[in-house]
């Protein structure tokens, strides 16, 4: 792909360019059904870095699951009462999966008309994807490495196509790829159960998720950004299989996650930083919901200047659960917290 932090660790180059990112956005999935209403306030929300909403409350097909499922390539499934699982040919859900998602996209291309800036888009990861989706037996493809190894596969050329249509709809606009993967650390510690609830699946060995994770990023030649809203976050992996930001819980960092911030931030890693809830409560102003980033900045030694260049500011998950009045206050909070630290970065 274009030059990123490399996959050694080194600087990111050209993904510095700020052209690439804005300074608020959201992280993906919106309450509600109604695709247009989805796509003017993800629009109207983030004038200068938008992104395509999901609306998991349609049912499924329109969950972050299921969307993904519909865009893999050669590679089908059906939902059952424990969750998505392998078919040997595209049935009802899947063509559902792919009909929620055109009109997802004919709602975007809607309200980006002559739109020219950075557009971000998410699927879900090759290692979610793995441990949430079931074999024909039950189990999940996460115990399966050749199970895994084919997912990787049609993950990426189904991403392909995907941005491909996307460049296609919205011309003008440079993409970002964000690839959820809520349960990498889990699957890393070899914590996802198995069918049975009783055991759970063998850790997957490091390399072999940062060489899957590798093959996926270099589907896109723009940059890709990978989120998850679950503690321990590996900053490191990610830095090496090539991602050029990393989406996460703010409320949920540790001291010990503070040494590799420190190390991503200086290689040029972007840290899109969850810092408004992302369900129902009173919002502070904008410039406390940045404060514990600016407070970081000070412990690590950073310079203050580079807040504004370093950081994007997001909810700290997927909006879906919240109601849509506080759902328009929450991305509003977003947007003018990032002045804030932009103006105020000490």
Not at 146 to 160: I, K, N, P, Q, Y
Request: proline share 6%; hydrophobic share 40%.
């Amino acid at each position: 792909m274009g030059a990123t932090t490399d996959t050694t660790g080194g600087d990111a180059t050209d993904m510095d360019d700020t052209r690439f990112w804005g300074p608020a956005t959201g992280v993906g999935s919106l309450p509600g059904g109604d695709a247009r209403e989805a796509a003017k306030t993800a629009t109207g929300s983030f004038e200068d870095f938008p992104f395509l909403p999901e609306l998991p409350a349609r049912g499924p097909g329109a969950d972050m699951i299921g969307r993904t499922i519909g865009m893999l390539v050669d590679l089908y499934a059906h939902v059952e009462p424990s969750g998505w699982r392998i078919s040997d040919r595209p049935g009802r859900d899947t063509k559902r999966a792919r009909s929620w998602l055109g009109e997802d996209l004919d709602a975007l291309e809607e309200f980006t008309q002559g739109y020219e800036g950075p557009l971000k888009v998410q699927a879900v990861g090759p290692w979610t994807l793995a441990a949430a989706l079931e074999l024909r037996g039950g189990e999940a493809a996460l115990g399966d490495a050749g199970a895994c190894r084919d997912l990787v596969g049609s993950l990426a050329e189904g991403l392909h196509g995907h941005l491909a249509e996307l460049r296609k709809r919205v011309p003008g606009a440079r993409l970002v790829l964000q690839l959820d993967e809520p349960s990498l650390t889990a699957v890393l510690r070899g914590h996802v159960r198995t069918a049975s609830g009783y055991r759970t699946y063998r850790a997957v060995d490091r390399q072999v998720v940062e060489s899957a994770l590798r093959d996926v990023v270099a589907v896109h030649d723009g940059p890709v950004v990978v989120h998850s809203c679950a503690p321990d976050v590996p900053f490191a992996l990610l830095r090496r299989s090539g991602v050029a930001g990393v989406s996460f819980d703010f409320g949920l960092l540790t001291e010990r996650d503070e040494e590799p911030i420190g190390e991503a931030v200086e290689a040029g890693t972007k840290l899109f930083a969850g810092v408004v809830p992302s369900t129902d409560t009173a919002l502070s102003d904008p410039g406390g919901s940045v404060m514990g980033v600016r407070t970081l900045w000070r412990r690590l030694g950073l310079n203050p200047g580079t807040l504004a260049e370093s950081v994007v500011v997001t909810p700290t998950c997927g909006l879906a659960g919240a109601s849509p009045a506080y759902t328009r206050a929450a991305l509003a909070h977003c947007a003018r917290a990032a002045r804030s630290l932009a103006d105020n970065p000490e």
